[in-house]
């Protein structure tokens, strides 16, 4: 039996249609994935995070970038690992020592994770007031309060599915970076052989930025985190903790470690793009010593141009605008987890007082730190130093959790995966003992 005239084609569009439409279906749906691990990496390039970077692409050229190559899989899987423990357990890193492990240990851990992001809070939202005062003129102290109080009201009334999309499009501001490198005449061919080929220098300065590196790349707030919104995500999709659903297990996990991978990728491309763009303009031209982003913003200007500067910038401002909320969010999930208060962004203010408390509190002491006349490189400094003695104890604990059957049941983390973790603890743990050797 023959066709009608035009059926044949009818059948070739709608398959067209059919097959970009599936297409695009499944793009959006990959984009639909992404959230926890995405978000946390670009809160990774936070303005403190990006004035220590800046700092080493001044003093050191292309000397350390190969630290990044070293540091990418040692992040990302410490962060798989702590989303993990979030997503099995239905439960934060606090609430798990809580449950296993004594109480000295949680208060402690949470006492320096507080400390170390209210001096944090204080150096984003300095540098964050810096670069609006750069760009426009103004008051740095009321940009800084401005900033502070957006975040605040952001984070408190914004329901959680709402906030998150926010976050996701506030991760754009990242790309910045990519810009600034594209226009300040890197010279790609040293620049790239940097990365797998070392430079070493045997000075303290030099150990100190490799240590640097590693500090502001891999921070205890980003595990609290990131966890945290494994369970956020839990709730929002009515799903149960895998080790109750352990059925489900496959899946999901392969969505944190996609998510989590390009989350950490996209983190460790803008950490290598502002050092590359500030060795190819202030370290090139013997500006050596910054002390912030917004110098570096400004000192890029008549190097590079005002396009680099601008973006370095507003990149400053929409990355501040991503990592403060994450910053006080993680205090918050883990002093109620270390109470055992039961914490969401998705509930009303009236039910969960002392969540958004300390997400007031924590927003508003960094803010001050301004007031007061705290140097933000000072607050830089005493943050390393904070995050420094938390990260690789805390490492190991999450370590010991994720290979705990009480807490994980049969979702144990096993294999490569664990050994990495374990080799991502013990170089943190040097570097820790490096640093504080420094100092001597």
């Not at 930025?209 to 009515?238: C, D, K, M, N």
């Not at 149960?240 to 352990?246: E, R, T």
Request: charged share 10%; with cysteine.
């Amino acid at each position: 039996m023959s066709l009608p005239r035009g059926t044949k084609g009818c059948q070739d569009g709608s398959a067209h249609k059919k097959s970009v439409g599936g297409g695009r279906l499944a793009k959006k749906n990959f984009l639909s994935k992404l959230g926890p691990g995405l978000i946390t990496g670009a809160a990774d390039d936070d303005p403190s995070g990006i004035g220590t970077h800046s700092q080493i692409g001044a003093h050191f050229g292309y000397a350390l970038s190969w630290t990044f190559t070293l540091s990418f899989p040692l992040l990302a899987v410490i962060q798989m690992v702590s989303a993990e423990i979030g997503r099995v357990t239905g439960r934060g890193i606090a609430a798990n020592v809580r449950r296993h492990y004594p109480a000295p240990l949680l208060w402690f851990a949470v006492s320096l994770l507080l400390v170390a992001n209210i001096i944090n809070l204080g150096a984003d939202l300095n540098a964050m007031g810096a670069c609006l005062q750069i760009l426009i003129g103004g008051n740095v102290w009321l940009y800084t309060a401005i900033f502070g109080i957006v975040s605040i009201l952001l984070e408190v009334f914004l329901r959680y599915r709402s906030y998150s999309s926010v976050l996701k499009w506030t991760t754009l501001s990242l790309f910045a970076y990519v810009g600034v490198a594209a226009v300040a005449h890197v010279p790609w061919g040293h620049a790239l052989r940097s990365l797998v080929l070392p430079e070493f220098a045997w000075s303290t300065a030099y150990a100190t930025g490799f240590v640097a590196i590693l500090g502001t790349t891999i921070s205890p707030y980003l595990f609290f985190w990131q966890a945290a919104q494994e369970i956020e995500e839990e709730r929002r999709t009515h799903a149960k903790p895998l080790m109750v659903a352990p059925k489900a297990a496959g899946p999901e996990l392969k969505r944190i470690r996609d998510d989590t991978l390009i989350g950490m990728a996209i983190s460790t491309v803008v950490s290598v793009a502002i050092v590359f763009a500030t060795a190819a303009t202030l370290n090139a031209t013997g500006t050596t010593d910054i002390e912030s982003a917004a110098q570096a913003a400004e000192a890029l200007r008549p190097l590079a141009g005002n396009l680099a500067f601008a973006l370095f910038a507003l990149g400053i401002i929409g990355t501040g605008l991503l990592a403060v909320p994450v910053l006080a969010g993680s205090a918050a999930y883990a002093i109620t987890e270390m109470w055992g208060i039961r914490a969401t962004l998705d509930a009303k203010v009236r039910r969960a007082r002392v969540f958004y408390g300390v997400i007031a509190a924590t927003t508003l002491a960094g803010a001050a730190l301004t007031s007061i006349g705290v140097s933000p490189i000072k607050a830089l400094y005493w943050s390393a130093i904070v995050n420094g003695v938390l990260a690789a104890p805390l490492m190991a604990i999450m370590m010991l959790i994720v290979r705990n059957p009480r807490a994980m049941g049969s979702l144990t983390l096993s294999g490569g995966l664990a050994v990495l973790g374990w080799i991502a603890t013990a170089v943190m743990a040097v570097a820790t003992i490096i640093f504080f050797l420094s100092l001597a």
